[in-house]
């Protein structure tokens, strides 16, 4: 079951396209997930046209519309001789000769739509990815310890967006954030002091939030980070000075 979800003014300004890219991908990967929050995007959207539009039947719209010219009468189609209105053999022939010369071109890969990508393999398990997430390329993992981290690339100002894996019995070191932190869980689940997440539960933490993520079983996040993490504990602390290099 998942009991966190974004705010009701993230929802609204996910609908009304106000969001960075980034945070509009975990929002709409998370309400792929959430059918509370699916009702509630759908629900938003249409008191969106509604506002834009106005509110009115299909009956309203199209009742007063009057026929098209010229459709009201097809009888005299059985008798009408297509072929003729469109000249003669040798136009055809020139038809020909047009198709073979466009499909005789080497084909511009350069123009080709993204690879999508359904699934990822990370922990010695398959990972399903929200469609949002499916033709955003993925760089090489990195990983120390139990944690491992893939960049997503998609660019988008000071806002970093990762998958990051934690592997069964791992933790995050403890720390708060300098900015702001989104997390998404896909697979698994962890704990911290303020909770426990599954799958599909939304957290958006900052630097009023300190905490020590830790798994059992393992977990893969979506997270999108605005900068970087601060140690508060431990030896840990020694990468505070290059956190703005890491995060």
Known sequence: MIN??????VLVQFV????PASVSVVVASHVELCDQCNRAVQALTEQ???DAFGEFSLEEQLGD?????GLEDFSGLDDFDFLNQFGD???YADLDDCIETITAQE?????????TVTEIAVGGERVALPTALRSIPLKEWQGMGKLSRSRLALDDGDLRMSLLHIDKGGSVPCHTHKGFEITLLLQGSFTDEMGVYRKGDFVWLDGQHTHQPVTEEGCVCLTVSSDAIHFTQGMSQ???PIGRFIY
């Not at 966190?4 to 003014?9: F, K």
């Not at 511009?108 to 690879?115: K, N, V, Y």
């Open 107 to 115: 084909r511009d890969d350069t123009h080709q739509l993204p690879q």
């Open 65 to 69: 519309e009057p026929q098209a010219a």
């Open 4 to 9: 966190h979800h974004p705010t009701s003014d």
């Open 89 to 91: 053999s040798d136009d």
């Open 238 to 240: 020694l990468l505070n």
């Open 16 to 19: 009304a396209g106000n969001l």
């Open 48 to 50: 969106a046209a509604i």
